[in-house]
Structure formats: structure tokens, C-alpha cells
């Protein structure tokens, strides 16, 4: 048996949550297209143990697995966008107070031309 990772043992739980909340909608979409475990399984390239461990939304199944599941859903799309720059709202943030902070700094220093003289600060 492999060695349990740090990770795994101090998931936030807001992500917890939504792993539990995860593998609940797979599960539901599964029963709703009728399928057994086994079925399921298969489709996956899975054991049963490892899609009810799936279906509890555990994170030591892999990220493969999960976004597998995604696929046969037909929603894994989207899935490449989860962690697109332009939705890093810490960074965005992060931006913007420095290209503030910038701005402050040059409206309070007079601006010099390359000949050394005042220029206006606009």
C-alpha cells in the first residue's frame, strides 16, 4: 500500500465538500442512464470498489478518473478552463492594486524628459 499523502489529510473543506457533491452527481447520472457499477466500471476502465470509492467523491481516486467520468457525461469541456488565468481573481486583484499603487507614485514625483527637464505629469 502506498503511502497516504499530506494533501489528502488536510484537504480544505469546501474541496471535500464538493468532491462529496461530485460523486454524488455521478452516481445519480449514472442511474439515470440505467447502468450497474459494473457497467460503469467498465466504461471507465475501473474496478467497482474504485467507482464507489468514485461515487463518495474520495480524493485519492485520480484526477484521470474523475475527469473520465466528466467525458462520458459529455461535460468535460470545460474542464481545461477551470484554472484559466483570467478567472484568478487573487491575481487580478493583485494587479490592480499595483498598477494603482504605480499610478499614485507617478502623479506625486515630477516627470523629467531625457534632457532632465519637468515634464507634465499626465
Do not use: C, N
Not at 466500471?41 to 484526477?63: C, F, H, N, Q, Y
Amino acid at each position: 500500500m502506498s503511502k497516504s499523502s499530506l494533501a489528502l489529510h488536510s484537504l480544505p473543506p469546501e474541496v471535500s465538500a464538493s468532491l462529496a457533491v461530485l460523486g454524488e452527481q455521478f452516481a445519480l447520472a449514472r442511474l439515470r442512464r440505467k447502468e450497474s457499477q459494473k457497467q460503469w466500471a467498465g466504461r471507465l476502465g475501473v474496478s467497482v470498489p474504485t467507482l464507489i470509492r468514485l461515487e463518495k467523491g474520495d480524493p485519492t481516486v485520480s484526477m484521470g478518473v474523475y475527469a473520465t467520468a466528466l467525458w462520458l457525461l459529455g461535460l468535460s469541456g470545460g474542464l481545461a478552463e477551470l484554472a484559466e488565468p483570467s478567472k484568478d481573481l487573487r491575481v487580478m486583484e493583485t494587479d490592480v492594486r499595483r498598477a494603482s499603487r504605480l499610478r499614485a507614485m507617478r502623479t506625486r514625483t515630477p516627470r523629467t524628459d531625457l534632457r532632465g527637464e519637468k515634464k507634465d505629469s499626465t
